[in-house]
């Protein structure tokens, strides 16, 4: 009996364990976008961005169609949550040269961990200068894995400014959304005192 007993707990022991990098990498939340406002210099791109949302799912398709060689690109971009009716908190701020992140693997690790994962939906740019052509991301929808799991049930929005050197505006834009926490339990209520 003993030896069974040892052996269960063994097999379900190693089961455990097994599981164990899937299960903690479950998000208790999704990301659902709302509205995408934006403005391209016309002269320099055409942008059509699309947000859809069904059931289960919500993602953007970008089609950007770049009319001239961009070189030395710059890219301010933030990330707001919603803490009153109409307050964002801003969370995070950068800037940096959009080129050098392209060729320098080590420039800013979070944007590039983003960026790469726009890579994997679509034909994105990848060098610069940034090539006259039409670039697009299909069904792009934010891996939740990229995001802590403590974020609370709230509106976000995120900015993004490109620029030319001497702040020649080529696209800014703001992307507005949500993190549900309906698809799971909510980590931060169901665990709370009050």
Known sequence: MRKVLFISFYVLGLVLLLRCPTTLAWRSFKVIFTEFEYEA?????DAKIQVQNNSELSSLNVVINVLENLNDVDMTGSMAL????ANYTNLLTRTLNFCKMLKDRSADPLTRLIYQDLLKHGK???????????????????????LPSFLPETNFKISMRLTKPKSEQIFQGVLFGRIDKSKGFNN????SLG
């Open 188 to 191: 931060l209520k169901m665990f």
């Open 124 to 146: 994105w740019f990848k060098e610069c200068p940034i090539q006259k052509g039409i670039y697009s991301l299909h069904d792009y929808r934010l891996d939740e894995e990229l």
């Open 41 to 45: 210099n016309a002269k320099l791109v």
């Open 82 to 85: 919603q803490t009153d009716q």
